[in-house]
């Protein structure tokens, strides 16, 4: 399997594109053709989630040897770093819904599934090349703590990941400044997160020293994450058909809600449909941050400035641009480069484009349909998703069930993907049930447990020291 970029340059096979991430020509690699599963799903009902995850993701990797892709997905998807057996459990709730257990994890968030598949893989590409890399990024709390669980302990890789001083949850720092690995570190700046994101880009945008010091990234652009990400819709849908009869398994749809930030999960959704898996709706949930909820019910890409982004109750959603949208824009004008580099030249000019003339295509050819919830909503939902159906559920999973209902149809069963455990979000939790989340022992102990940081200015000079002091070579 070959790749592309969405504006024209190739790009090589899957090894390269998981190191490389951006393509040279500021586009986002792409499948040369999706591979089809349709009419080979029954094959796949008896295979246990890491067996699952070897087979669709190496329809994608076809350069990684058979037997490293089950390696690597075994010991990605284990008991010892997921907390249920089935690695993604399915659990129904009231309204026709069910959860799709996404964050049974170390970081109790969705992005260990696809991270910890991605730090093996680009360890095996690394080891093979003997090559190091230094993963440098910001955070503000889900996406840091999976890298750093996702590299701790590996030869071939190391963390460097910014985070504001002093403004994450007491749980997402214990989990993160926990760990005391060697080849982890946590960089706590004096400033927001914004600022982390900007001292990341000003030291990732001067090429030699990037290449001198073998820098490199994990954000949700990295197509390692995007084919991880689809075995958990195929996943999802063979649970769900288990209990319909042989007959009527073939072709029976599901529809999936999916909270969505950057459009990284939904995206593999998209896919999975294209893919064959009988995908009838892809419900896209946002919060206050609607950038992609404007853009599936207008037509319209309007990206926001940092100010236009308020900080919401569900945090890991609060993005101003959706960084995969370009994937999906790219199939919608037919895998056109030279249309999808001129919408984005538009874009960088205008800081919108428009692609009304194609909105009825959204729901009708690629089922996408999408909504938006307040503060309010969430706290309303998991209220009531704990008054009827007894389960407790985070604010993100919460947007998801607030949209979804719009979207429920009789004899569909709605899967909604949980992108995050409650215990995450305890504050969050407390206003809407009047008590605090359960924490479970083992998490307790890791609240006691003692920290390591590096605290520095927000200053780039000083990434740079730090970069230059501690960086793999
Ligand atoms: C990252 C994240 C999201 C958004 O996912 P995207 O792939 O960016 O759309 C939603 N919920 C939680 C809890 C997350 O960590």
Redesign the pocket.
């Known amino acids: 399997m070959q790749y592309v970029s969405t504006r024209g340059t190739a790009m090589g096979p899957y090894q390269d594109v998981i190191v490389e991430g951006l393509a040279a020509d500021g586009g986002l690699a792409v499948p040369e053709s999706l591979p089809q599963i349709g009419d080979r799903l029954e094959e796949l009902r008896a295979l246990t989630y890491p067996e699952l995850a070897a087979t669709v993701i190496g329809l994608f990797a076809t350069d990684v040897p058979p037997t490293e892709l089950a390696r690597i997905a075994h010991e990605s998807y284990n008991t010892e770093k997921f907390r249920s057996a089935d690695i993604v459990p399915l659990k129904q709730i009231n309204g026709g819904m069910t959860l799709v257990g996404l ?1 049974e994890g170390p970081t109790l ?3 260990d599934l696809a991270m910890q598949f991605l730090g093996g893989a680009l360890d095996y590409v690394l080891t093979q090349r003997g090559e190091v890399l230094n993963i440098v990024g910001a955070t503000s ?3 840091g703590s ?1 890298a750093e669980y996702a590299i701790r302990g590996r030869d071939t890789l190391s963390a460097i990941i910014l985070s504001p001083q002093g403004r994450m949850s007491d749980f997402q720092r214990a989990q993160m400044y926990s760990l005391l690995d060697d080849n982890i570190h946590n960089v706590a700046v004096e400033g927001n997160f914004d600022d982390c994101q900007h001292l990341v880009k000003l030291v990732s945008q001067d090429l030699d020293f990037k290449r001198k010091h073998h820098i490199g990234a994990v954000n ?1 652009i990295n197509f390692g ?1 995007i084919s991880a ?1 689809i075995t958990y819709y195929v996943w999802a849908w063979l649970r769900a058909t288990d209990a319909v009869s042989a007959t009527d398994r073939a072709g029976f749809e599901v529809s999936f809600a ?11 959704g998209h896919y999975a449909r294209s893919m064959g898996v009988p995908i009838r709706r892809l419900v896209l949930a946002t919060n206050e941050n609607n950038v ?1 909820h404007e853009f599936f019910s207008t037509g319209i890409y309007r990206p926001r400035s940092a100010e236009q982004t308020p900080a919401t109750s ?1 945090p ?2 609060d ?1 101003s641009k ?3 949208l370009e994937r999906f824009v790219y199939e919608v004008v037919g895998r056109d480069p030279e249309r999808t580099a001129a919408l984005w030249r538009e874009l960088d000019e205008t800081g919108t484009f428009d692609l009304s003339s194609e909105l009825a295509r959204f729901s009708e050819e690629y089922g996408i349909v999408s909504g938006t919830s307040t503060h309010a909503h969430r706290i309303h939902t998991m209220r009531a998703t704990f008054e009827d159906a007894g389960v407790v559920i ?1 604010p ?2 919460a ?1 998801g069930v607030y949209v979804a209902a719009f979207f429920v149809e009789p004899a569909v069963p709605m899967l909604v ?1 949980e ?2 455990l409650p215990e ?1 979000f305890a504050a969050t939790v407390t206003e809407a049930l009047g008590e605090a989340p359960v924490v479970s022992a083992e998490h307790q102990a890791l609240l006691a447990l003692p920290q390591r940081t590096t605290d520095i200015a927000n200053d780039e000079a000083a990434l740079r020291a730090f970069i230059e002091a501690n960086a793999k070579h």
């Open positions: 964050s968030a969705f992005k709390g889900d996406t999976a949700s994450r990400q999916v909270p969505s930030g950057n459009f990284g999960n939904i995206l593999s992609l569900s890991s959603m993005v959706a960084s995969n985070d993100h999973t947007d993907l992108t995050a995450k």
